[in-house]
């Protein structure tokens, strides 16, 4: 597996991959309206223009997962964070995680997920993130914000 910077032509094979990756997440919170099932090939356009969006290719180079973020001041802020639901648990979450912090480093990293999203919190935590602020959604849907800080070497 490789992890590349996503080009253009890759966002449609990506938006697909978010619709696979995310419906997960929509059983778990009984809601198929979930922000990232609604999002159209224009909002991922705009994304990649004002951000940073890598992919995980396989051997072959299939997109088999994706990540992106985008820069405020000294904080990146990491969302959709995904991997095909057949190739999940066998660490390319955490590599992508971890290569968007790379790719721009910063002091304060911050992403969120759903208080249901058991999995997503443990690999958070287990890459140093720390809960920092819930965000009440509806009465069994809490937002989770996570932060992680980080020194960063003078001169970056």
């Keep these: 597996m490789r992890i590349l910077k996503a080009q253009p032509e890759d966002l449609g094979v990506i938006l697909a991959l978010q619709y696979r ?36 290719v ?13 820069e405020e ?4 802020h990491i969302g959709k964070l995904m991997v095909l639901p057949e190739k999940q648990g066998r660490g390319i979450g955490t590599q992508l995680l971890v290569a968007i912090e790379k790719s721009c480093p910063k002091p304060r990293y911050e992403l969120f997920t759903s208080n249901i ?23 069994e849907l809490k937002f989770v914000y996570m932060e992680k800080t980080v020194k960063v070497p003078a001169g970056e």
């Design 21 to 56: 990756a995310y419906r997960s997440e929509a059983r778990l919170l009984n809601d198929d309206k979930i922000p990232p099932l609604m999002q159209t090939l224009g909002d991922v356009e705009k994304e990649y223009r004002e951000g940073i969006v890598l992919k995980a």
């Design 117 to 139: 999203s058991i999995r997503n919190l443990k690999l958070y935590e287990g890459l140093g993130y720390r809960r920092f602020r819930e965000e009440q959604v509806t009465p």
């Design 73 to 76: 001041g000294d904080t990146l």
């Design 58 to 70: 396989d051997e072959v180079g299939v997109i088999i997962g994706s990540v992106r973020a985008r």
